[in-house]
Structures are given as structure tokens and as C-alpha cells.
């Protein structure tokens, strides 16, 4: 058995970690429509919830605008009442067999509050990492008293997993900081 076997096991783990903070801070609005802002809102259809994206193409042919092309005329009526619940502060206009939604113009306030939120999901995905990283040096520190590991291989895992946690917190840190600009 060697450490390699635990830090391997983790990096995957990490880069899901990474790539679900990805998709969460697509969802952020920034200065720029963004189909992601709403492809995931739940429609309620014919009794079955659906995401946005699976009933409608979702375009943004200006900064402030995007467009909701259904597939089908009889999804207007749910889409519609789905984004004036949702809380999001878009205006919508049925325009013949789409929508149209309105963005209204990022205010200090709030791009500070977009600003709280980003380092609130990038803490959660730093503790993820942190708790993931704490279960396989429980695991690593097992091995090593059932005589699995000898004590340099237990301190080389604890280096290797020291290091993969910098390396995705340099990561979440890059992200966060891409996204602030884009923000303010």
C-alpha cells in the first residue's frame, strides 16, 4: 500500500468540488446577460418540473436581454410564471412565441451582495476540499498504525495532499477573482 493510493483517490473528488463551484458561479449574473443565469430555474409543466434549458432555447442577443424560445407555444405560460416567481428581478414580455427578459442595471448594492455571495460559495468549496482532505489523513494515519504505511510514506502523504489542496485553492481563488471583475 502506498500514500500515492490516497491522494490519487482524492483528486477527483477535488475536481468535482472545482467544477460544481464552476457551474454555481455561472449562475451569478455579472454586468452581462448570461443564458446560464437561468437554464436551470424549474418550470412546472403539465405537473412535472423541468429545467428552463429542457423546454426552450435561451439566447442573449443584447448585453441586458435575453431571449426564451420554447419549443412549444403551450410553455410560454408556465415559463413566464416561473421567472416572476423566481425572485430575480427580470422583467419579462411575451413577444408572439418567445420571451424576452430585461436585466435592470447592477447597483452598487447589490453588486456588493453578488460579491458576498461569490466568497460564500467559494468557502463552501474550500471546506469541502478541507473536509475530504481530513477524512484521507484519518485514512493515511490508519494505514500507518495498522503497518500499512511506514512513517515517511505517512508524512509524504501528508506533503502530497498539502499540495493538492494549494493547488485547487490557487484555483477557486482564480475563479473568484475572474468573476469579481466581472461583477464590478
Excluded at 50 to 73: C, E, F, G
Amino acid at each position: 500500500m502506498s500514500y500515492k493510493e490516497f491522494t490519487d483517490r482524492l483528486k477527483p473528488e477535488f475536481e468535482k468540488s472545482f467544477k460544481f463551484l464552476e457551474s454555481e458561479l455561472a449562475k451569478i449574473r455579472t454586468s452581462r446577460a448570461s443564458p446560464a443565469l437561468i437554464e436551470d430555474l424549474e418550470v412546472d409543466c403539465f405537473g412535472s418540473k423541468y429545467s428552463l434549458k429542457q423546454l426552450a432555447a435561451i439566447s442573449s442577443p443584447q448585453p441586458n436581454q435575453l431571449v426564451i424560445q420554447p419549443w412549444d407555444n403551450s410553455y410560454i405560460e408556465p415559463i413566464e410564471k416561473s421567472i416572476s416567481q423566481s425572485g430575480l428581478g427580470m422583467s419579462c414580455a411575451v413577444d408572439k412565441n418567445l420571451l424576452r427578459l430585461s436585466l435592470p442595471l447592477l447597483t452598487e448594492e447589490y453588486r456588493k451582495s453578488l460579491a458576498k455571495l461569490l466568497s460564500e460559495k467559494s468557502e463552501q468549496a474550500r471546506e469541502t476540499m478541507r473536509k475530504l482532505r481530513d477524512e484521507s489523513w484519518s485514512k493515511i494515519q490508519q494505514a500507518q498504525r495498522e503497518k500499512k504505511l511506514t512513517e515517511d510514506d505517512k508524512f509524504k502523504g501528508k506533503e502530497e495532499l498539502q499540495k493538492l489542496i494549494d493547488e485547487y485553492s490557487k484555483k477557486i481563488k482564480d475563479l473568484v477573482s475572474k468573476k469579481e471583475g466581472e461583477i464590478t
